[in-house]
């Protein structure tokens, strides 16, 4: 039987409450009587959002578990649990079903939100007062700043910008308008009425005439259109838009009290020990995903050989190979690449501690890691830079304090030709030294994966996404199908609707389109070919680093590496 999963246990009715229908209240918030989601209609609805999530259950049945937002971390663990979440399966987690107080949500918000954000948005709609919920509800139906959860997330620490008038349509902002004229010239029209002169009684006369003929929707429509402003059900929207800020970035800036998503440690870890790790990094690309295109910067960064110690973060689109330190670096572009995961509900981090650099490969090991405990790891552990030096194209170096480079516009930044931020040297250390007690805690997981079984497991998902999958083979690219049969190093084929089929090396001539002017661009090996997928790698990999490059986002003469 499928476990109800709620926000709060305690106390809970059977029945559940009823969704407040904000399309019952055409106009709250513009009188202090208004009811709101403090009014005593609201008081029983504990829950912003009510979500369905389905998964595959143990034999692949279809399951669902029900969570309310906001949420804690033991119902999100429940929910985990069930769904075999372990923190390195690829169990996929759909939302089937999503209810919530303000119905607009449901067409706003993307199919793979982050838990994080669903829970620290509802817990934002929660403490709002009335006239801030009024607010909020109107920006959303007028569709200002709804892009994506991020926009959303904002307009909450925004709402100081908006403003609601009793206004509901064109002919009533008209008519407002042309009231507020009257009060403003009442005076000079009671002057003009006591007049005897026939000229100003003639003009009053004429003045009448005109606002009696004023096509009041014509006039709303216009001064709306001016004002860039929004007829919603609750009321004429305006916004100040020079006072909108970007206070929220992403899942990074989520307060650590409102995380609740939380995977458990994979169990058993996985670690490979005393591996050819720039042979593994390269099977990697072709195995895990479409990710040749990044092989060239990764294996680069690891024959660069400056660290002993790597991170390695693996997303729907990409993989990404930085060294550690740089991670824990703040304002970086590895920081921010781990820190700002959004929609990757499947990536997977791992930690590379080398132990011989003195092969014609690096050798070390590589270890699993928990994503979410990695990013709170970063962020605790994590250094400020305390200065910005910057090289303008048209005059002198200059120097920037940390607040005033994250005030800078992006029109003045690119007016620099680059930049260098520096850290303390003994901030860097503190970095070195906790990366060393990580890689000690890591040397004591007992247990050793094979490589190929690593691998395989880490192909299903890339399979399992084919137009015509074949479970008990390991999917290829395009990059390295060619590159195989071009040098013979195993058997290749394409996977068919009927089955596979195997191809000869002519296939992968120019000729003949190199495999990719033809249907079924999905090719496999046998799962017994590791020996020929490791001749293939360490070819591939003494290929694209011979002619070693700087790291992605490194320094060159413009850019130089943050000072320590």
């Known amino acids: 039987m499928i476990e109800h999963i709620a926000a709060d246990d305690v106390n809970k009715s059977e029945e559940a409450p009823p969704i407040w229908d904000i399309g019952e209240r055409p106009s709250p918030y513009l009188d202090g009587n208004a009811e709101g989601p403090h009014s005593s209609d609201y008081d029983n609805i504990n829950w912003v959002f009510r979500v369905e999530y389905s998964y595959a259950g143990k034999n692949n049945e279809q399951c669902s578990d029900s969570i309310e937002y906001p949420t804690n971390k033991d119902a999100i663990s429940r929910l985990l649990e069930n769904a075999g979440i372990d923190g390195t399966a690829n169990r996929i987690l759909c939302i089937s079903g999503f209810e919530s107080v303000l119905p607009a949500l449901k067409d706003l918000l993307p199919d793979n939100i982050d838990i994080d954000e669903l829970n620290y948005l509802a817990v934002k709609i929660a403490a709002m007062h009335p006239e801030e919920y009024g607010l909020f509800a109107a920006a959303l139906e007028a569709k200002r700043h709804c892009g994506s959860i991020e926009d959303i997330i904002n307009i909450t620490e925004n709402l100081g910008c908006f403003y609601l008038q009793p206004a509901y349509s064109p002919e009533q902002y008209g008519d407002f308008l042309l009231d507020m004229g009257k009060d403003n010239t009442s005076e000079v029209f009671r002057r003009l009425e006591q007049s005897e002169d026939p000229d100003e009684l003639a003009f009053i006369q004429h003045v009448l005439l005109i606002e009696a003929s004023v096509d009041t929707a014509a006039l709303g429509r216009n ?79 690891l024959e660069a050989r400056r660290s002993p110690e790597y991170l390695l973060l693996i997303t729907e689109k990409s993989i990404f190979l930085t060294e550690a330190a740089h991670a824990y670096r703040q304002g970086t572009e590895a920081y921010n690449a781990f820190i700002y995961l959004n929609k990757n509900p499947d990536a997977r981090a791992f930690a590379l501690h080398i132990t011989d650099v003195h092969q014609p490969y690096v050798i070390g090991d590589m270890v699993a890691l928990n994503l979410a405990e990695l990013q709170e790891d970063i962020r605790e552990n994590s250094i400020r830079h305390t200065r910005i030096d910057a090289e303008q194209k048209f005059g002198p170096d200059v120097s920037f304090t940390p607040e005033q480079w994250d005030a800078m516009e992006a029109i003045d930044r690119d007016r620099l030709s680059g930049w260098t931020r520096h850290f303390e040297s003994s901030d860097y250390q503190a970095v070195i030294h906790h990366l060393q007690d990580v890689c000690d805690r890591h040397a004591e997981i007992s247990g050793n994966t094979e490589p190929e079984a690593f691998l395989q497991g880490l192909n299903k998902a890339y399979m399992l996404g084919a137009e015509n999958p074949r479970p008990d083979m390991l999917r290829l690219t395009i990059h390295a199908a060619k590159d195989i049969l071009t040098h013979g190093d195993t058997d290749v084929y394409r996977l068919f609707p009927d089955g596979p089929k195997a191809l000869s090396p002519l296939d992968a001539m120019p000729s003949r389109g190199g495999l990719w002017y033809q249907q079924n661009r999905e090719f496999a090996v046998k799962k017994d070919a590791m020996a020929g997928l490791d001749r293939w790698a360490q070819r591939e990999a003494k290929a694209l680093t011979t002619a070693r490059q700087p790291e992605r986002g490194a320094p060159d003469k413009k850019k130089s590496q943050p000072e320590l």
Not at 227 to 243: C, H, Q, V
Not at 267 to 293: E, R, S, W, Y
């Open 223 to 301: 001064a709306a259109a001016e004002e860039n402003g929004s007829f919603t059900g609750r009321g004429y929207l305006t916004e100040n838009t020079s006072a909108f800020k970007t206070a929220y970035r992403g899942t990074g800036d989520v307060p650590h009290e409102y995380r609740v998503y939380f995977p458990p440690e994979p169990k058993p870890p996985v670690k490979i020990a005393n591996a050819d790790l720039t042979a593994l990094l390269m099977q990697m690309h072709a195995l895990g995903g479409d990710f040749t295109h990044d092989a060239r910067h990764n294996l680069n960064v």
